[in-house]
């Protein structure tokens, strides 16, 4: 039942959306957007019926649930592989055409409602002709459902049991969260990315009208595009047993391009509003956006590139690859259809004042996100060109992303209360002397504490130095209610972002870590605390065997835990047992057990909590925009 109807709607839903791409009576326009968001919302529903029914005459229910799958994970297994995570792109994709038809329509024309029809038509074609996950079984393999039909009314077979959700995706419920929240900042792309194509195509009369709307659309994926990172950085800490948050890897690096390219936007589009400039590069930064994020789907769904996120090989990269070429012909089509519109672009007239700072920033931060792509795509040009497969670490990473970043907190600084004209340097440190003798004399403990190395001590004074005048300008401001809500968010985002900054420094430089081997009811010493390992507890679960190692210090009992999941080869999951203070988390992990004898891997994690604070800090800089005020 689930299976046919699963399979008609959707046809349903791709008929829909061809007859809004044709449509030219207006007046139609929303009615069809409903009943597509209506549509989308139905099929997402009755996955997640059949899930929690367990109809395992459905090949993806069969391949990647089962009965013993706890309610949370069945939920979150409709994005855990392919079939599934496109039908969640596509409902999101189908609430932001309708969210963008309320509020962000060009009144002149309906042209924005059919780029946005037609992107559907791409990823709901894949869904209806590729990669159903409403398609029936009809050959069973020894666990789950090896071949299956995506036509309707056929003769379908079940399987007994599910094959499961891969373990990584089912040992925390952060995974319920994390993927949805990158999704929808993915997805979101493509509004400010409809703003522009269409507004300029049409030639709208005012010529700001489609940076204003792309401003405007895009904080909403920015703002799930920053909570889906950091959710994922703090699941790949709680959960993999790696002891960091940020590994570098090519389908973290991929959520990470698109959040600096729209942090570059939202600068470089004030700029634009109120200076008439940068206008063909914020049409440039408008289209890699929504580029990246189809981008990042590649890289994530086509398993071309080695990764632990990268679930699923399916046959989508070839069509990824096809899309990224269309959408970005019509865009630059379009770009160059508006020669005459961006050649009236004006030129900076002070490097050294407001303008030329946002300047500076976008030049870092595309700078960043051209170092981190072409860190990614590397290892496939290789292995293309040589037919061997290498990894880029994370020194590259490190030695060339961090100066960039370095240069971003030092730009932020002098951002604050920045003139529109030339910046008086002499002027500036008068005004903020205290807080610049206060960075400097903190300088001098932290040289000694920072074994030495400049560059670290740079970027905490740095740092320390902006969070001391974002604070003060904060409290400056705070009953001014004429200022403007853009100011709040990017003084609460920076704020944020200098924290997770200082996080980062006394992570990178103070961490260490220790093998140990040990036997049950033995104790050990690190970092001046005492620890008690007790013998191991064995629990059977429905869906996994549990190994408890219980470890305690003075004040508390932590445990670490080795995960393995029946239906996956037996595939074990290591869970952390987690100190945690305000300076550092002592993070101990199980590596081998052999009877009542325990190899852990040991790590002093130093500012992590200050991390996460910054991370949360830039998490809720939207809250401002919430109050409308007076400019």
């Given at each position: 039942m689930i299976y046919n109807i699963?399979?008609?709607?959707?046809?349903?839903?791709?008929?829909?959306?061809?007859?809004?791409?044709?449509?030219?009576?207006?007046?139609?326009?929303?009615?069809?957007?409903?009943?597509?968001?209506?549509?989308?919302?139905?099929?997402?529903?009755?996955?997640?019926?059949?899930?929690?029914?367990?109809?395992?005459?459905?090949?993806?229910?069969?391949?990647?649930?089962?009965?013993?799958?706890?309610?949370?994970?069945?939920?979150?297994?409709?994005?855990?592989?392919?079939?599934?995570?496109?039908?969640?792109?596509?409902?999101?994709?189908?609430?932001?055409?309708?969210?963008?038809?309320?509020?962000?329509?060009?009144s002149s024309s309906d042209l924005d409602i059919k780029i946005f029809s037609l992107i559907m038509i791409f990823f709901v074609g894949y869904t209806v002709f590729s990669s159903s996950p409403f398609a029936g079984c009809v050959e069973l393999a020894a666990v789950g459902c090896s071949n299956s039909t995506i036509l309707p009314f056929q003769e379908l077979v079940t399987s007994s049991?599910?094959?499961?959700?891969?373990?990584?995706?089912?040992?925390?419920?952060?995974?319920?969260?994390?993927?949805?929240?990158?999704?929808?900042?993915?997805?979101?792309?493509?509004?400010?990315?409809?703003a522009a194509t269409s507004r300029l195509y049409s030639k709208n009369d005012n010529s700001n009208?489609?940076?204003?709307?792309?401003?405007?659309?895009?904080y909403i994926p920015w703002l799930f595009?920053?909570?889906?990172?950091?959710?994922?950085?703090?699941?790949?800490?709680?959960?993999?047993?790696?002891?960091?948050?940020w590994a570098w890897d090519p389908v973290e690096n991929v959520s990470f391009i698109p959040w600096l390219l729209a942090t570059a936007f939202l600068h470089s589009a004030k700029i634009q509003k109120s200076q008439n400039t940068l206008l063909n590069w914020n049409y440039i930064l408008v289209g890699l956006m929504f580029l990246s994020t189809i981008f990042g789907t590649f890289v994530t769904r086509s398993g071309v590139l080695i990764s632990v996120h990268a679930f699923s090989n399916g046959n989508i990269g070839t069509y990824l690859l096809f899309g990224m070429m269309f959408f970005g012909s019509m865009f630059i089509i379009i770009g160059s259809k508006n020669i005459e519109y961006f050649s009236n672009s004006k030129k900076i007239d002070n490097w050294f004042g407001k303008s030329g700072f946002f300047v500076f920033n976008n030049v870092f931060l595309f700078s960043s996100a051209l170092v981190v792509f072409i860190g990614t795509i590397f290892p496939l040009i290789y292995e293309t060109l040589y037919n061997r497969q290498i990894t880029i670490g994370r020194t590259y990473y490190d030695i060339l992303v961090g100066p960039l970043l370095l240069i971003l907190l030092a730009l932020m600084i002098f951002s604050i209360k920045l003139p529109l004209k030339n910046i008086n340097i002499r002027k500036w440190i008068d005004e903020n002397n205290i807080f610049i003798n206060s960075s400097l004399i903190l300088s001098i403990f932290i040289l000694l504490y920072l074994n030495n190395s400049y560059i670290l001590?740079?970027?905490?004074?740095?740092?320390?130095?902006?969070?001391?005048?974002?604070?003060?300008?904060?409290?400056?401001?705070f009953r001014n209610q004429k200022t403007n809500t853009s100011y709040w968010t990017g003084q609460i985002a920076h704020l944020g972002i200098a924290i997770f900054a200082l996080g980062i420094i006394l992570n990178v430089s103070q961490s260490y870590?220790?093998?140990?081997?040990?036997?049950s009811f033995e104790e050990f010493s690190f970092n001046n605390q005492t620890y008690f390992v007790y013998d191991s507890i064995e629990e059977s679960l429905p869906e996994k065997n549990v190994i408890k190692l219980p470890i305690?210090?003075?004040?508390?009992?932590?445990?670490?835990?080795?995960?393995?999941?029946?239906?996956?080869?037996?595939?074990?999951?290591?869970?952390?047992?987690?100190?945690?203070?305000?300076?550092?988390?002592?993070?101990?992990?199980?590596?081998f057990i052999d009877e009542n004898s325990y190899k852990l891997i040991v790590r002093n994690n130093y500012g992590i909590f200050i991390m996460w604070i910054g991370l949360f800090i830039s998490s809720i800089s939207f809250l401002p925009r919430l109050k409308k005020y007076e400019k």
């Open positions: 699963g399979i008609i709607f959707s046809w349903i839903s791709l008929t829909l959306l061809l007859f809004l791409f044709l449509n030219k009576k207006a007046i139609y326009t929303e009615i069809l957007t409903r009943f597509n968001l209506f549509i989308q919302v139905f099929l997402f529903c009755l996955l997640e019926i059949g899930l929690f029914l367990n109809d395992f005459s459905i090949s993806y229910i069969a391949n990647y649930s089962a009965r013993s799958t706890p309610p949370l994970y069945k939920f979150a297994s409709l994005w855990g592989s392919l079939d599934g995570s496109i039908l969640l792109w596509n409902l999101c994709l189908s609430f932001f055409m309708y969210l963008y038809l309320k509020f962000y329509k060009d049991i599910g094959r499961g959700p891969n373990p990584l995706l089912q040992n925390h419920p952060l995974m319920a969260i994390h993927p949805p929240m990158l999704y929808i900042g993915y997805v979101g792309m493509t509004m400010p990315f409809v009208a489609w940076v204003e709307v792309a401003e405007k659309t895009t595009l920053t909570i889906g990172i950091t959710l994922g950085a703090a699941w790949s800490y709680e959960v993999l047993g790696w002891g960091g948050y001590v740079a970027t905490v004074v740095v740092s320390v130095l902006l969070i001391l005048l974002t604070f003060s300008n904060l409290f400056k401001n870590s220790m093998e140990k081997e040990i036997d305690s210090n003075q004040n508390t009992t932590k445990y670490t835990s080795l995960n393995i999941f029946k239906n996956s080869s037996q595939q074990a999951i290591s869970s952390p047992a987690v100190f945690r203070t305000f300076l550092n988390d002592i993070y101990i992990t199980v590596k």
